[in-house]
């Protein structure tokens, strides 16, 4: 069973920086890339940002572009998020996720809480 854990989440003031990583329990499924998205509360789910694995090529949500930074190593089906100059409105619980090409996004981790506040 595919499971994604998530880390490095907690609580920064305005302005500082945070990194978040991802792994698979297992390093054996299909996937076309990784990513994150976060949900603030009484919110729906956001896509962040995701990196895909066959080009390396990388997309942003506009909210994040400039300040975060997704990086990640397939062989390890592992993915980090790199946010900086973080604001009070990144608060969110961030969630991992994988997808195939065709077929969305069909793993996702727990999901681990980001507050910004000063």
């Known amino acids: 069973q595919v499971q994604l854990v998530e880390s490095g989440g907690g609580l920064v003031q305005p302005g500082d920086s945070l990194r978040l990583s991802c792994e698979a329990s297992v390093r054996t499924f299909s996937t076309f890339a990784m990513g994150w998205f976060r949900q603030a509360p009484g919110k729906d789910r956001d896509f962040v940002a995701l990196i895909r694995w066959n080009d390396g090529v990388t997309h942003y949500a506009d909210s994040v572009k400039g300040r975060f930074t997704i990086s990640g190593d397939n062989a390890r089906r592992r993915v980090d998020l790199q946010m900086d100059s973080l604001k009070p409105e990144d608060t969110a619980v961030y969630y991992c996720?994988?997808?195939?090409?065709?077929?969305?996004?069909?793993?996702w981790g727990q999901g681990t809480q980001v507050t910004v506040s000063s």
């Open positions: 996720a994988s997808r195939t090409d065709v077929g969305g996004w069909n793993y």
